[in-house]
């Protein structure tokens, strides 16, 4: 830890951790958000001798950490829906050479052929599966890949360690995560949900914008911040509404370019903008310890959604404030929004023979491969709008009757329409294309010329020293005009697979179908307590995810009003250390100034001591004269 990552001492339990995955033992971790979990993984990878694989959810998350560990001098990689399957074969290669200490990978990719044939001659040690809460329905970001990771993993060295890591299981998840997992007689290291430095603060009220913006321009004033918001049309238009204010801000959202989010995120790292305006796209993975404040523009739809959000306020120690502000109609409205995401029935066979029909898929006939499938025109022969088709491909995708992959970089699928001797010769003839074709041909596979591959955009324009708009052009003239290939430009638009042969109708479930419909609607029902609660903030979280209740915060809105509210009651006792002050001198006149001085109460104590005695016609005012008092 101290050679690599420069810490001399471990966080709460990571030491625990370490010491149970190094000897052997089923490991479960429970940290809060900034609790140090990867860690408990990257360490044992270094010590243990052989490939550490790491399930995770997310390809951003994944290449972020990978990059953190090259940095640092440790050998990783990733194998994800942005590579090619050369590049996904040769690091296969490189893994089963020894050549990384850890390798990253999405649950999906278990199930590829390619992997079931390589798994067996990788030296695996340890399998950590990250963000673990995917894998139970309880969760709050339900993966069905996830579920069946010890499955697909198959068999593995009897001396192989298992961990599982997340930031948000409540007691049923770990429940779930433990049985679905296989572990026996597990290791579960639980850190303390308690975040002392963090000031939770919630305000339910008709006026949000206005409070918002004062939110956002005191928070500022501490640091740099995050602002949580649903849509991507207010990412960008808050973002420019602070950037005029002077506060140097940007959004961020899924709708962006995955360059332009990531010089985004490393903006905010170093300081170059103060703000993010971002959906809930935005933070999973990022590392910025000195984040002020967090503030959410409404409800998030769960707890474990906005602990893991408002969590990345104050990672270093420091003061910071996690921010909620709602209006009472958001509830229903974030309700509905839930339903909407559970299309009907009819809905969904719709949608799937929709998509049959974009494939080409006869009746019996199997899919081979993932294919773009264009969500406008399913639309388009369904009639169903776009964010129905959208809902519909997830709901499908939770039923394993499809399967999806995001394409989070533009890319290319090419094939060579000539042999490689043709090309060759085309090579010969001097023209204008010629070192573009040539340097074309030195950087596509070589099964370009049996099959179709796929290349990122990025990498071509760098290799060829082209920008987008103008390499499209050139791959349009050489299909169209030349004839030398064919192309087929991929988007961010999902490659979808389906699972089975096709049939007339799937068979669609509707208990299955809607279960987690009604575990979100349940879910989202805590998030509205937590918000209208009347007691401590951080004694409603540290309940919901197991912790012992412990005593009040003392510092969110809750412990601080009621604070204030004991600091303002008053007792007869109050009233005779008043009417002493008094009576020392009956004909002189005190100032509410000279009685919070001597007595060292609030003003609101003043004021309510004061108004009694007046009442009791045991004071009154000094005429003409504001906050005087004397005995009558």
């Given at each position: 830890m101290q050679t690599y990552w420069g810490y001399s001492t471990f966080r709460p339990g990571q030491?625990?951790?370490?010491?149970?995955?190094?000897?052997?033992?089923?490991?479960?971790?429970?940290?809060?958000?900034?609790?140090?979990?990867?860690?408990?993984?990257?360490?044992?990878?270094?010590?243990?001798?052989?490939?550490?694989?790491?399930?995770?959810?997310?390809?951003?998350?994944?290449?972020?950490?990978?990059?953190?560990?090259?940095?640092?001098?440790?050998?990783?990689?990733?194998?994800?829906?942005?590579?090619?399957?050369?590049?996904?074969?040769?690091?296969?290669?490189?893994?089963?050479?020894?050549?990384?200490?850890?390798?990253?990978?999405?649950?999906?990719?278990?199930?590829?052929?390619?992997?079931?044939?390589?798994?067996?001659?990788?030296?695996?040690?340890?399998?950590?599966?990250?963000?673990?809460?995917?894998?139970?329905?309880?969760?709050?970001?339900?993966?069905?890949?996830?579920?069946?990771?010890?499955?697909?993993?198959?068999?593995?060295?009897?001396?192989?360690?298992?961990?599982?890591?997340?930031?948000?299981?409540?007691?049923?998840?770990?429940?779930?995560?433990?049985?679905?997992?296989?572990?026996?007689?597990?290791?579960?290291?639980?850190?303390?949900?308690?975040?002392?430095?963090?000031?939770?603060?919630?305000?339910?009220?008709?006026?949000?914008?206005?409070?918002?913006?004062?939110?956002?321009?005191?928070?500022?004033e501490k640091g740099s911040g995050i602002v949580y918001a649903n849509r991507r049309r207010d990412c960008e238009e808050w973002a420019e509404m602070f950037t005029k204010m002077g506060i140097p801000s940007k959004p961020y959202h899924a709708g962006l370019d995955a360059g332009d989010r990531t010089a985004i995120q490393q903006q905010w790292i170093s300081n170059e903008i103060s703000l993010v305006v971002a959906t809930n796209a935005f933070g999973m993975g990022i590392d910025k310890p000195d984040c002020r404040f967090v503030v959410h523009h409404t409800l998030p739809l769960s707890l474990e959604a906005y602990y893991q959000e408002a969590g990345r306020a104050g990672r270093d120690g420091e003061e910071s404030f996690p921010v909620l502000i709602f209006k009472k109609t958001d509830i229903e409205t974030l309700k509905q929004r839930i339903h909407r995401s559970y299309p009907k029935v009819e809905q969904l066979i719709s949608t799937y023979r929709g998509i049959a029909d974009q494939l080409e898929l006869a009746v019996g006939s199997e899919q081979q491969d993932f294919e773009p499938v264009p969500v406008q025109s399913i639309s388009r022969r369904t009639g169903l709008s776009e964010s129905v088709v959208r809902a519909s491909i997830q709901l499908l995708q939770r039923l394993e009757i499809l399967e999806q992959r995001e394409l989070h970089q533009p890319r290319y699928r090419i094939q060579w329409s000539v042999s490689r001797a043709a090309l060759l010769e085309t090579l010969r003839i001097p023209s204008k294309k010629h070192d573009f074709l040539e340097q074309l041909m030195r950087f596509i596979p070589q099964e370009a010329f049996r099959e179709m591959v796929e290349v990122e955009e990025k990498s071509l324009c760098e290799s060829l020293n082209r920008n987008a708009s103008t390499l499209q052009k050139a791959f349009h003239v050489l299909q169209e005009q030349d004839h030398l290939l064919s192309f087929r430009r991929l988007g961010e638009e999902p490659l979808i697979r389906l699972m089975t042969a096709r049939s007339v109708t799937p068979l669609i479930d509707p208990n299955k179908a809607y279960a987690y419909r009604d575990i979100l609607l349940q879910k989202f029902d805590y998030m509205v307590q937590y918000a209208t609660s009347e007691g401590c903030r951080e004694q409603f979280l540290r309940v919901y995810f197991g912790d012992d209740a412990g005593k009040p915060c003392g510092h969110c809105d809750r412990c601080e009003a009621q604070s204030a509210s004991r600091r303002n009651e008053y007792s007869s006792k109050d009233v005779r250390r008043l009417w002493k002050l008094f009576d020392a001198d009956p004909a002189r006149a005190i100032h509410l100034r000279e009685i919070r001085k001597e007595t060292g109460w609030s003003v609101e104590k003043v004021k309510r001591v004061t108004h009694y005695m007046l009442r009791e016609d045991i004071l009154v005012t000094e005429p003409g004269e504001r906050g005087l008092y004397r005995k009558k």
């Open positions: 030491d625990k951790v370490m010491e149970a995955v190094l000897s052997g033992q089923d490991t479960l971790v429970l940290f809060p958000t900034g609790g140090g979990k990867s860690l408990c993984y990257q360490v044992p990878a270094l010590l243990l001798d052989g490939l550490t694989i790491v399930i995770s959810p997310l390809v951003a998350l994944m290449e972020d950490q990978v990059s953190q560990l090259m940095s640092k001098g440790i050998r990783a990689a990733y194998i994800n829906s942005t590579l090619s399957k050369a590049e996904v074969e040769q690091r296969l290669v490189n893994a089963r050479n020894g050549m990384y200490r850890l390798l990253y990978m999405a649950p999906e990719r278990l199930k590829t052929d390619l992997w079931q044939v390589e798994k067996p001659g990788l030296p695996i040690r340890l399998v950590a599966i990250d963000e673990a809460h995917c894998i139970s329905e309880w969760g709050h970001d339900f993966r069905p890949s996830y579920r069946t990771i010890r499955e697909d993993m198959g068999e593995l060295p009897e001396n192989t360690r298992w961990m599982a890591l997340t930031a948000t299981a409540t007691p049923e998840v770990r429940n779930d995560l433990l049985k679905t997992l296989q572990f026996r007689d597990p290791v579960v290291v639980t850190g303390r949900f308690s975040r002392p430095n963090l000031q939770w603060w919630v305000q339910q009220t008709s006026k949000r914008d206005d409070l918002f913006v004062r939110a956002v321009k005191k928070g500022i």
